[in-house]
């Protein structure tokens, strides 16, 4: 049979929705970078540090001890009592026993919260730029995603009116993500505050993702459920991949009030029976005795956040000044160039890896991502090419 009828056959028997979900824009330019040589890459949102050495040797105590078993559905509980106490310095407090359960990383934790609460027709407001994953995972639970657009006049942050310009009698969710991937931004106690009166006036939930919580440099994080009114409408969700170097241990949770947590956790038991039991022992070592190597990990960022935004703003690339995560989101709009444009000529013309800002949602067209988690010798000969390269095509 011929490759043209068994593409026929195998497109003719696809979701229609998965048909629609574009591939992630992320993946499609770190791909590319991988099959060049001399490549920087700003591109994935990866910390360079390597897991350290105590949790891997948890994860490895945990396999010569025979823990190779399934877990709980929901976790280990000393990892879930861990986790609980935790979230306390974020003034949140759940039940480790009901109230908590271990994911297969935070991506998974985003999935079960909207196929716990979304039914079909259900619109979700995503406030954007966002994580690629979002808008198609509201499409695959059958939900309708909203933009809730964010602009650089306001540093990325959302406003209490424009969340409450996109509610409609079909709303059931907000979706929000601070410190925000792919921005930077971050969103104090009083701007939440405001937020939070308008999720309250018309009765909605609200997910949100504080994966970026213990990487916000300039001011303490503020967990959304700990604004007044909010825990009993917020499904919290983080994890270990960015603050504790784990990205490739795939381990997050969620906390929810006991009937969000219950729903998630039955569809959990259906979908992945539990996390990996290795990676569980290594994120209990990390939660318990990884605090230090968290927080030398933060003041790297901070140095090398401060070096790169400045170096962008001195080779010519307006860029707010971000207050989490491991991203700077310059405007390239001066170069005339499209975010695309920009994005693949860079990587071809000087090998710099970085990913266009449309693939983010809207308002993110007119920016591009750059990671700022590599080396400083590594983010200076990136400056130095993206230089050459804006310099270059000013010529033209």
């Not at 499609?28 to 949790?55: H, K, Q, Y």
């Amino acid at each position: 049979m011929t490759s043209f009828h068994k593409n026929k056959i195998a497109i003719g028997k696809l979701s229609n929705a998965v048909q629609r979900i574009k591939p992630s824009g992320i993946r499609r330019f770190f791909d590319l970078a991988s099959t060049m040589d001399d490549v920087i890459s700003l591109g994935v949102g990866e910390p360079d540090f390597t897991t350290p050495w105590n949790v891997r040797e948890a994860s490895i105590a945990s396999l010569e001890r025979g823990f190779t078993s399934y877990t709980a559905n929901a976790g280990i509980l000393e990892l879930r009592i861990a986790v609980a106490n935790y979230l306390k310095k974020f003034k949140t407090d759940y039940n480790p026993e009901n109230e908590v359960v271990i994911t297969v990383g935070a991506s998974e934790g985003i999935d079960l919260a909207l196929r716990a609460i979304i039914n079909p027709g259900d619109e979700v407001l995503i406030v954007e730029p966002c994580f690629v994953s979002y808008a198609p995972l509201v499409s695959l639970v059958g939900g309708v995603p909203i933009s809730v657009p964010t602009s650089i006049d306001y540093e990325f942050k959302v406003s209490a009116a424009s969340v409450e310009d996109k509610i409609t009698p079909k709303t059931k969710a907000i979706l929000i993500s601070f410190p925000n991937n792919p921005t930077g931004a971050v969103m104090g106690k009083d701007e939440l505050e405001a937020v939070a009166q308008v999720v309250k006036k018309h009765d909605l939930l609200v997910i949100s993702d504080e994966i970026y919580a213990e990487l916000s440099y300039d001011n303490k994080h503020v967990s959304f459920p700990a604004i007044e009114s909010m825990w009993e409408r917020t499904i919290l969700i983080s994890g270990f991949s960015k603050a504790f170097a784990m990205t490739g241990w795939r381990l997050g949770y969620v906390a929810a009030p006991e009937p969000y947590a219950k729903a998630m956790l039955k569809i959990h038991q259906y979908a992945m029976m539990c996390a990996s039991t290795m990676a569980q022992y290594a994120a209990l070592e990390a939660i318990i005795n990884g605090q230090e190597e968290m927080e030398e990990m933060v003041v790297s960022y901070r140095q090398r956040r401060n070096f790169f935004v400045k170096s962008l703003r001195e080779i010519g690339l307006d860029c707010h000044l971000p207050g989490g995560a491991f991203y700077a989101f310059p405007s390239i709009v001066s170069t005339g160039l499209s975010s695309e444009e920009f994005a693949e000529q860079l990587l071809m013309e000087e090998k710099v890896a970085v990913v266009p800002g449309s693939v983010f949602g809207s308002g993110g067209e007119g920016h591009i991502r750059c990671s700022y988690a590599t080396s400083m010798e590594q983010l200076e000969e990136a400056i130095t090419r993206m230089n050459k390269f804006i310099q270059k095509h000013a010529s033209k």
